[in-house]
C-alpha cells in the first residue's frame, strides 16, 4: 500500500508567510496614524485603546461598520486598488460623526482567495490615508485567505470604526422648523450605486480604460474617485455651537437619508437649483435614461453631507465650514411635514 504524503497549509492555498509579510509591511502605515489614547501596535490578539488619554471625562463610545459596495469591482478590474481604502474609512466615519462623535480608531477586514502582497499593502495604505485625514487611528484589523471562496484576483473589504463624545452631545439635537440645510459638496459617485453605475458602463459601450465622458483621466479613475472625508470640517462646525443634525448621504440619496435625522412631524424643503449637478451625474443619467427621482434616490447627486443648522447660525456656519475647505451650499429648510420635497431640477 502506497503511503500518501502529508499536505501542507500552503499546498491548500494558504501562505502563513505572506500574511506575516503583509503585517511587516503595513505597521508602517498604521504607526502614522497614531493618535492620544492609542496604547498597542499591530500584532496582538486585541487592540487597546485609552479614552481618558484621548482626553474624555465622561465618554459614550459610537460604532459604525460598512463595506465599499461594488466599486470594489472597478477596482479589482483596473488593478487600481490604492484608494479603495479611503473610500473604506469614509463609509463608516462619515456615519460615525453624524451622531457627534470623533472618530478615535479603526480597524479593517480583509478577505480574498490568494494574497497578494503588494496589492494588500496598496490597499491598506489607503486605508491609512482616510485615518490619517480623520484623525483615526489604524488599530488593528484581519487579513483573511480563502481559497475557493474568491475569484482569481477578487477581494472584498469591511470596516469598523469605533468614537467617542461626552454624554449629552449626542446629534440630532434640537431640530426645529426653519433650520438651514447647508448641503456640503461631494467628490463624484463616493461609494454607493455602483451596481446602477456599471450597468450604465455596460449599456454605454465604453470600457475602464477609456476616456471618462465626464472628466479627466479614464473612464475607470475617473468612477474610482474616493468618497470625500468630511470628519474635521464637520466637527468644528459641531464645536462651534448651532448644529442640530448630520446626514450622510449616501444610498438612498437626499430623499432616503435627510429623514433619519428629523423629527416626527417635519420634513424638508429642498431648491434643486441650489447647487450644479456635477458632470458624472449628467453622464449617467443620460446614458441610463434616469428620471430625476431615480437619480436623488440612487446617487448623493452632488451633496455628500447635510448639516441642519439654526437659522442664526447658518452665515457664520457656512462660512467656517468654507475655511475648513468645503464647498457648501444653502439648499433649503426645514418645514411642517414629511419626507423631503424638491422644487426646481437638477441642472
Known sequence: MTEKSGLT????GVDIDAGNALVDRIKPEAARTKRPGVMSGLGGFGALFDLKAAGY???VLVAATDGVGTKLKIAIDTGNVDTIGIDLVAMCV???VCQGAEPLFFLDYFAT???EVDSAARIVSG???GCARSGCALIGGETAEMPGMYAAGDFDL???AVGAMERGAALPEGVAEGDV????ASDGVHSNGYSLVRRVVERSGLGWGDASPFGDGTLGEALLAPTRLYVKPVLAAVRAGGVHALAHITGGGLTENLPRVLPEGLGARIDLGAWPLPPVFGWLAGQGGLAQDELLKTFNAGIGMVVVVSADRADALAALLADEGETVHRLGTVVAGQGVSYDGTLA
Open 158 to 160: 469591511a470596516g469598523f
Open 127 to 129: 486605508i491609512a490615508e
Open 113 to 115: 482567495g490568494k494574497l
Open 181 to 184: 440645510l447647508l448641503g456640503l
Open 57 to 59: 471625562d465622561d465618554p
Open 9 to 12: 497549509y500552503a499546498e491548500a
Open 94 to 96: 462619515n456615519d460615525l
